[in-house]
């Protein structure tokens, strides 16, 4: 490091560094910038495109791999969350560091893998995913934190499959569709997608319903299914 | 978001979420993570690759318009530093956001634009960029950050211009490159160049010496010159 | 410290300690905790007991001495507000130790001067005050920050001048008191004050409707009117 | 509060509102500040003062009972640390609230019950305390805390009791008496003791050896000896 008369500005970095809680597990939720539009410029299917889940869960792999302190990941949807052993030392647990450098691994990742995925849809853009960073004290905590997560994917799927049928094959415009699911219930959405499209909602991937979960297969390893919640059906070893 | 009984986790996130202080430029330094083995892996020119330099640029160019706010950035070596106007209010400044979203930006974009660079040698496995973020309370400070950086640049530069030539030209190992250059000062480094091996140092590329300095041309946009330090002469307009 | 096994517990200590951002004006504001309960206890007059501003000042000024950073302070109902100078390294800018040290010596003293301007009430219990610090960039936003205050000021004690009268004076109850000015603006409240109680609002001492601003009056110092918002004429010198 | 041009000011608070993690246990402890200077104005017997320790039990008493989240204290010197149940929700686990109040009220109640301890040495001015917050996951690391905490006090007091025997008793000045003592350790303490001046360090009050431990004893309570260190025998209930 220069040692020059402005090397004052250094200690202002002071001021923004700050240091996970020890003896915590850290949860790390990579979330897409813009996924909306990023997903319709690449023509995903609707409402789930298996060729990205299938990309989400390479990057996530190599977040797992890169980041040895890393026990379990679970994602869906356009977000991933890793947990870090409550052990870990990382970049002597610096929030910035951490945050920044999961995501940056996981779009670069995410780029570098793409065209294995999607083969004859070229890459238009460079996609970006922003991060945060959560201490929690104890194993339930994070059991609860994924049990969230699983609900959030169920609720949305749900949503999304009733959303893209009646517009996909009830013929319906987007707004139209909107409406009609306006103000209806779990039970409302399941009638729905069986009675207008012959859908049996529970019959659907596990994959699309509940989301992905990686577990470390490794001797020694922190036994992820600690952290499984309940429902979840989807393991995905690695390395 | 999914309301059940788990979702209590949420309120947990609220003792990470630093916000940044308001009315403060803040600059956003992206930094390579474990980039002399990726150098070495994909065979950069030593002691400065133009490709990769420029690649960087084309990085930061990226991420320069991604962010709005972002009204100036500097590169050298493996790092790239980028300002966001005081006025910015770009996820209401949270410090996890801001540092992941970029970091992820910068590194999205490099693997993408790597086959414009370096269109012979594959790209052997993603790379990534950890990054912090600072606040300034005024112009001054971030121009003496841009010159505290620069004599960093300065500093390793001179470095590492003598020690490959030692090595490329001097037939050195590199332990005895390191060792000829131990406890010498930048006029013995200037001295060893010019007398063995006729290089003068301050002919060499200024963008080697001195970095890149990006400045948003903008009717409009905030004078990036105002951060300009004094001996900083490679200047890179975007759009 | 003791250096044993159980020492670990210290590094802890790192994840709750805030450095405040360097080169800023540190504002700390001390505020009563549970007064409405204390004042009665105490049998403070009503709407302003010139003894309890007294011994706020009072208080204040011992703050200001014992920490010679303080360049100004303001004091207004049960909350007095200090000015650090930008260039402090008390405790080295860390949150809690300048929160906790300025409103302990605030207390301290509080209690030690209560006699002096209560000979006649005794102190029934020990009173406590919390305190906040706010890092601003500019001398600007501190003249700002004095402003919000002192308008704080002004808009509680035109309320509370109305309402002790409608009580004290008009015969009223609390809550009749309460109804009866619930939707007025400050035109109806000094319209109320004249027509009904004969009062001049703009007649009371400044110190009430105003609050008192501490001025350090030593060679050298930061000259405190620069932070004096411009409606303020009550001004303490102190030592 | 005010809602003026001048109300902007108000969102620089968020910068320095840190929220302690929730579902840990919160330990506060407040230290004298500039305490040597202030037992030598007040004539402190040395190496240890009963009225000082039971003034420091009787103001942590009213933290104690002040702050119901409050589950067990321990003090020692001029230091006390509390802790705090963790489901506290206090100022909604703010720092420098829990920070600020909690040192504020020490610091009353220690000048408002000055006199009851020391009836003929009147207070010569404020004394003032600092304090920190600290976040402990688990029962066992508050544990340690406490065991660390008192290993000190054990050390401290042995160097201490030493240090006074051979100014007191010894006729040393204290510079002698500080080499005399230098890079001795804990045997070689209890042996000076011993055959020196005939102390016998283990029969001399625990309460100077191990400090004083505060349980809550009411109904319901969380058992404080879940947090007593093994060796700390000094008990005292409250209320």
């Known amino acids: 490091m ?22 915590t597990w850290l949860v790390i939720r990579v979330d897409g910038r813009g996924f909306s539009r990023f997903t ?45 052993h409550k052990s870990t030392q990382l970049y002597s647990r610096r929030l910035s560091k951490i945050a920044s450098s999961v995501s940056s691994a996981f779009s670069s990742a995410f780029v570098f893998h793409w065209a294995e ?28 934190y994924f049990s969230w997560r699983q609900a959030d994917c169920h609720i949305n799927n749900l949503y999304n499959t009733c959303f893209w049928a009646l517009v996909q094959q009830g013929g319906m415009t987007p707004p139209e569709a909107e409406a009609r699911l306006d103000g209806t219930f779990s039970n409302d959405k399941n009638e729905l997608l069986y009675s207008q499209f012959g859908i049996n909602y529970n019959t659907l991937s596990a994959v699309f319903r509940k989301g992905t979960f990686l577990a470390k297969e490794e001797p020694g390893a922190f036994p992820a299914d600690a952290f499984l919640p309940g429902g979840c059906t989807d393991l995905l070893p690695w390395p």
Chains 1, 2, 3, 4 share one sequence.
């Open 117 to 144: 995925y999607f083969p004859t849809t070229p890459l238009q853009y460079p996609p970006a995913f922003d991060s945060r960073v959560v201490s929690y004290p104890t194993v339930q905590h994070v059991r609860d």
């Open 40 to 84: 319709q410029a690449h023509n995903y299917v609707k409402p789930n495109d298996v060729r990205g889940i299938q990309l989400m869960n390479r990057a996530a792999m190599h977040v797992a791999r890169e980041f040895n302190e890393c026990c379990a990941a679970y994602g869906q949807s356009d977000e991933y969350s890793f947990v870090l």
């Open 2 to 23: 220069a040692n020059t008369r402005f090397a004052y500005v250094r200690h202002f970095e002071q001021a923004s560094e700050y240091f996970l809680p020890r003896d």
